[in-house]
């Protein structure tokens, strides 16, 4: 056992926190064992370890990083087993680009207004806004346009390997599917949708994001 796998690793966030289960995906493909401290910055009693309120966070001995994208990269270098980087430059770079995309144009849409105002307000029976959800459905459109154009490519998105890409957005895109009129946009994107079946059946996106398992 190397001395990154020897060292515990903490995961503070929660269940259905989205960028939580992007770190959950990153550390299960990568079979880091983990515990998962439960920090929900929405609830009001929360003491949160993140200097700016959000999850997740992750520790590890007694080093302390927040920022998903900074995370997972760090679980990439600091431990062994599977690779979830490609090599080629091109491929790298294409990764790096599904990654920023996912943070500045896919979440906000996708995660807090389609499918905070379509699926979780509904559910914990809070009012939800509606506008919201018209305006997430529609602003997702060309970013999901954009991404079946990376996926049809197939530098990452590819359906063959597991990559930091799809860690990232995955979670993303799986939220987004939970509303009808979301899952029948994606389905438009084919190559898109096929990662998207591809990804979702997958055993790490089954175990760290068990939540979301009626996807299909
Ligand atoms: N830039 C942060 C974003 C993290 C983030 O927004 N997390 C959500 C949960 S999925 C959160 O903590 N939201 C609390 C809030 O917006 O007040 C990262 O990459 O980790």
Not at 35 to 56: I, K
Request: aromatic share 8%.
């Amino acid at each position: 056992m190397s001395d990154a796998a020897a060292t515990s690793v903490t995961l503070c966030g929660f269940v259905d926190s989205i960028y939580t289960q992007v770190v959950r995906m990153a550390l299960t493909a990568k079979a880091v064992p983990y515990e998962l401290q439960h920090e929900d910055p929405f609830e009001t009693s929360a003491a949160g370890s993140h200097p700016f309120g959000r999850v997740p966070v992750l520790k590890h001995g007694a080093f302390t990083l927040y920022e998903t994208g900074a995370i997972t990269r760090y679980i990439e270098r600091a431990f062994s087993g599977v690779c979830l980087v490609p090599d080629a430059a091109t491929s790298l770079a294409r990764m790096d680009q599904v990654i920023a995309m996912a943070d500045n144009y896919a979440y906000w849409p996708m995660v807090r207004q389609a499918y905070a105002h379509g699926v979780v307000r509904p559910q914990a029976g809070v009012i939800s806004d509606m506008a919201q959800v018209d305006a997430g459905l529609a602003a997702a459109d060309p970013v999901l346009a954009q991404l079946d154009h990376i996926a049809t490519e197939g530098h990452v998105l590819n359906g063959l390997r597991i990559t930091l890409a799809d860690c990232q957005l995955a979670p993303m895109v799986a939220a987004l599917a939970q509303l009808p009129a979301g899952r029948a946009q994606i389905a438009r994107h084919w190559a898109l949708n096929s990662w998207l079946n591809w990804i979702s059946h997958s055993r790490v996106f089954r175990q760290a994001v068990p939540e979301a398992a009626g996807l299909t």
